[in-house]
Nanobody, 128 residues
Framework: QVQLVESGGGLVQAGGSLRLSCTAS????????MGWFRQAPGEEREFVAA????????YYADSVKGRFTISKEYAKNTVYLQMNSLKPEDTAVYYCAGTSRVAATPRDASSRSGYDYWGQGTQVTVSS
């Protein structure tokens, strides 16, 4: 079993920045994909970004391209989501997700059903 723990959420003004972290523990895999999703009140959970653990290929939702950056740190089994130029519409609970499968396409990376493990979520609130 894999456990994912997120941290780094909070309240920030529009235009500000936050960095989310997600650390994996338990059974881990030599090659897998880690992703970030978010869910606003009354909305479905949507894809934000993903990264292949080996090779570092990244995928982004159009709504965050150029503002968010996903990265990884092997030694800490941690994936980060650096969020810049935040907007009120970025307000949501952000979830880390993981799968032992390697996302070969953007469609693979963005599909919620492709992920086996989920964190508990961290709240991000952007005030206008």
């Amino acid at each position: 079993q894999v456990q994912l723990v997120e941290s780094g959420g909070g309240l920030v003004q529009a235009g500000g920045s936050l960095r989310l972290s997600c650390t994996a523990s338990g059974r881990t895999f030599s090659s897998y994909t880690m992703g970030w999703f978010r869910q606003a009140p009354g909305e479905e959970r949507e894809f934000v970004a993903a990264i292949r653990w080996n090779g570092g290929v990244t995928y982004y939702a159009d709504s965050v391209k150029g503002r968010f950056t996903i990265s990884k740190e092997y030694a800490k089994n941690t994936v980060y989501l650096q969020m810049n130029s935040l907007k009120p519409e970025d307000t949501a609970v952000y979830y880390c997700a993981g799968t032992s499968r390697v996302a070969a396409t953007p469609r693979d990376a963005s599909s919620r059903s492709g992920y086996d493990y989920w964190g508990q979520g961290t709240q991000v609130t952007v005030s206008s």
